[in-house]
């Protein structure tokens, strides 16, 4: 088995959509062009992985950076493991400890207000949705005004991660925060989608 068959294979059980397929997508590039699309998977080392972690970091990526992308590579070859398609991973040795990313700022409630306040259209209710109901930012980006129940206080059918196969969305209903119903029956409008005209970074999070 090449390694560009494991990642497609790994990849198409996963489900992932929007920023999370992104980050994979990112990943398991740089993986594929350390070691080569063409590359067996029984034949990488546990030396190999040492190198490519080595590769990573001559590369500038931080540490935090290079544990995302080693955590990555550790799953997809636990999963040719599991599979059977080899003995042992390469990757077992591999320490990849959730390290915390430095510069994050205390957002107080006035100042998320603020930022609702001067925001418009479609990336006002994108910080509505994302603060208040806890949506991702690829899940706000599908929703439409005919699911947000501003009577009944209730948001329905939001469609999470895609379900394994590509076979549609895990769906799940959720009520309306007291602090988003202003914000959502104001902007309100038609059924179209709550965030149009937004346009999110493939590479960020939420």
């Known amino acids: 088995t090449t ?7 790994y990849g198409s059980t996963r489900g992932y959509d929007g920023p999370s397929l992104a980050a ?13 699309n063409d590359a067996k ?33 550790k799953a997809i070859f636990r999963r040719a493991l599991d599979d059977g398609l080899i003995p042992a991973s390469p990757f077992r040795y591999e320490r990849t400890p959730a390290i915390a990313k430095t510069g994050w700022a ?13 925001a418009e259209g479609g990336y006002r209710v994108l910080l509505v949705l ?8 690829s899940e706000a980006m599908r929703l439409r005004w005919n699911q947000v129940d501003i009577h009944a206080r209730m948001i329905v059918g939001i469609e999470g991660k895609q379900k394994p196969g590509g076979d549609g969305y895990a769906l799940r209903d959720c ?17 179209g989608l ?12 939420g």
């Open 175 to 191: 009520p309306i925060d007291p602090r988003a119903l202003p914000h959502l029956a104001s902007s309100k409008d038609g059924a």
């Open 130 to 137: 994302a603060r208040y109901q806890g949506l991702r930012a």
């Open 194 to 205: 709550c965030c149009e005209g937004v346009r999110v970074n493939a590479n960020q999070r």
């Open 106 to 118: 205390t957002v107080t409630p006035a100042q998320v207000e603020a930022m609702i306040a001067v």
């Open 41 to 73: 998977i029984g034949a990488i080392t546990v030396s190999d992985a040492e190198r490519y972690r080595a590769w990573l970091k001559r590369r500038g990526n931080s540490r935090a950076t290079i544990s995302k992308h080693m955590r990555y590579a």
């Open 24 to 36: 994979f997508e990112d990943s398991t590039r740089r993986l594929r062009e350390h070691f080569g």
């Open 3 to 9: 390694l560009a068959a494991l990642v497609a294979t």
